[in-house]
């Protein structure tokens, strides 16, 4: 096998595997990357230097494509019930056929590391057949210095190969689309799919699995920091305004999706963002429009107009665009990626009912409950005959990418919160005075002007009552906040139909969790909802 690029003698691509490849090219930057795939005809040149690619069929995550293979290492630790299995029969036929199909291309290969702190990251090795998935996870694991590459020893494998067709009946898969996580050989074989956020999250899930045996709690949520050292964190699932409330220009950001949280505090697992551009614009969120501007950033599925600008408000190819680039394309981002421990955790929900108030503290109990929840709601789309929000319940705030039972991602988190005194606010982003359709959105100055609050801790010197239904605390009146947005009940029209629907989302609420009463005690379950208010 021909090899070049910055090549480290001591760690080279495995023969049983790679053996056939006819290239290696090891360890390019970001411009030798970003050259090799415009040369190669990857992509398209933006008027600003942007480099933009199409993914194909697959235009975001094949989550039905997914699975874990099935051994002793995985058989009695990861939740079957979320994750799909795979035989070792299936993978060994899978990895073969992988090894045939390298045969004679040409593969990148680069070294990185999964998370910031030293003392809790992985060393990932990911191999592709495409230069712009290469430069797309250099930007997005953390990079080492180019004098670390000497003696770098991997701990996973990523091998990225669209090309590669699965075939189900020897594979064991859904269909010719593959993401097969072997947690045993520390392999990841991806094929059929050139969308690239399958590599990145790949690894999260092997954090996910591996982080919480060294008793770091690994999270799907983005982080911040204020210039006096306060730490937040603000969980929530799309469409709830995290990227956007994390994005402060007063505050650094740590990272936008994936972290750690150990004894020594907060850690990004990744070097760069991964932002979707649908409808972005340079007033709303001027950080990552700017980022988009910039040169080499990787623009997946977005429309360029004749002059080759990016038309983010284009959705002919997909909802899901998105950037990808390094964190310094960011002006206040955190340079090491760590934080301390964190002084305030955020829970966003973008209530469409109209039922939860605009911010609300929890007990570590009700944070387990709400975590485990992971409650949202969609606003009813133009399908015909929806006209109700529907609530989602996504567990964790990322069930996909949780190997283990939540129960061990939700006891860490309690544990976590006692351990360092950090408080949990549940913060409703959507919808006051009635439900979706006749109420109207939650103020954004109304929710920043609390989130300030809850951060600088002046929120926590106000006066509080507890809710009847949900049993948080609510507070009754805060400096420069309308008091009446504060009670949900009292901005609708009807309080007694307030009344009927909260008692629906409490339902909701207790329906969902019943799968997890068996892994929890009689703390978190007293965090339920109470019947009948």
Not at 333 to 353: C, R
Request: charged share 25%; with cysteine; proline share 6%.
């Amino acid at each position: 096998m021909e090899t070049e690029g910055r090549f480290n003698p001591s760690n080279p691509l495995d023969e049983t595997l790679f053996g056939g490849a006819e290239k290696a090219i090891y360890n390019l930057l970001q411009p030798e990357l970003y050259e090799l795939a415009v040369a190669r005809g990857e992509g398209l040149v933006t008027a600003q230097g942007a480099l933009r690619v199409l993914t194909g069929q697959h235009t975001g995550r094949s989550a039905n494509d997914k699975f874990t293979v099935r051994d002793a290492t995985t058989e009695n630790t990861v939740w079957w019930d979320n994750n799909a299995a795979m035989s070792e029969e299936h993978f060994a036929r899978l990895k073969a056929d992988f090894a045939e199909h390298i045969r004679g291309r040409t593969l990148f290969v680069q070294d990185l590391y999964g998370g910031a702190d030293p003392e809790n990251r992985i060393r990932v090795r990911v191999v592709t057949e495409n230069a712009w998935h290469a430069l797309f996870i250099r930007y997005l694991l953390r990079r080492p210095e180019i004098s670390e590459l000497d003696g770098f020893t991997h701990e996973l494998t990523v091998v990225d190969l669209p090309s590669f067709k699965a075939d189900p009946e020897r594979h064991g898969t859904r269909s010719s689309t593959v993401i097969a996580l072997n947690l045993t050989e520390k392999l990841v074989l991806i094929g059929d799919t050139s969308y690239a956020g399958e590599m990145k999250k790949s690894v999260f899930t092997t954090l996910n699995f591996l982080l919480p045996e060294n008793d770091v709690l690994p999270m799907h949520c983005s982080a911040n920091v204020g210039s006096d050292g306060d730490v937040a964190l603000f969980f929530g699932l799309s469409g709830t305004g995290k990227t956007t409330l994390s994005s402060d220009t007063a505050r650094t950001l740590i990272g936008d999706d994936e972290h750690g949280w150990s004894d020594n505090g907060i850690f990004n697992f990744e070097g760069g963002c991964y932002a979707k551009t649908i409808n972005l614009s340079q007033e709303a969120e001027p950080e990552i429009y700017g980022a988009t501007q910039m040169w080499a950033t990787v623009l997946e599925n977005v429309v360029l107009d004749d002059l080759r600008n990016p038309d983010f408000d284009d959705d002919r190819y997909t909802q899901n665009g998105r950037a990808a680039y390094p964190m310094h394309y960011i002006p206040n981002a955190s340079e090491t990626g760590m934080a301390g421990q964190p002084d305030n955790v955020i829970m966003l929900t973008a209530d469409a009912f109209g039922v939860l108030p605009p911010i609300a503290r929890l007990t570590p109990a009700q944070a387990m409950y709400h975590f485990l929840s992971g409650y949202t709601a969609k606003v009813a789309g133009t399908e015909k005959g929806v006209t109700e929000p529907q609530a989602t319940f996504s567990t964790c705030f990322g069930a996909p990418f949780m190997p283990r039972h939540p129960s061990v991602y939700g006891n860490m988190l309690r544990d976590r919160l006692k351990k360092t005194g950090a408080t949990c606010w549940l913060v409703n982003t959507g919808w006051t005075g009635g439900p979706y359709g006749e109420g109207h959105r939650m103020p954004i100055r109304e929710t920043r002007a609390l989130l300030h609050a809850a951060l600088d801790g002046s929120l926590n010197a106000v006066e509080f009552r507890t809710d009847p239904l949900f049993g948080f605390e609510v507070p009754v009146s805060v400096p420069g906040v309308d008091p009446k947005i504060l009670d949900p009940r009292g901005t609708w029209a009807d309080p007694e139909r307030y009344d009927a629907q909260a008692a629906r989302l409490a339902a909701m609420f207790t329906e969902n969790f019943a799968k997890f009463l068996d892994y929890v005690d009689d703390e978190v379950k007293a965090a339920a909802p109470r019947s009948g208010g």
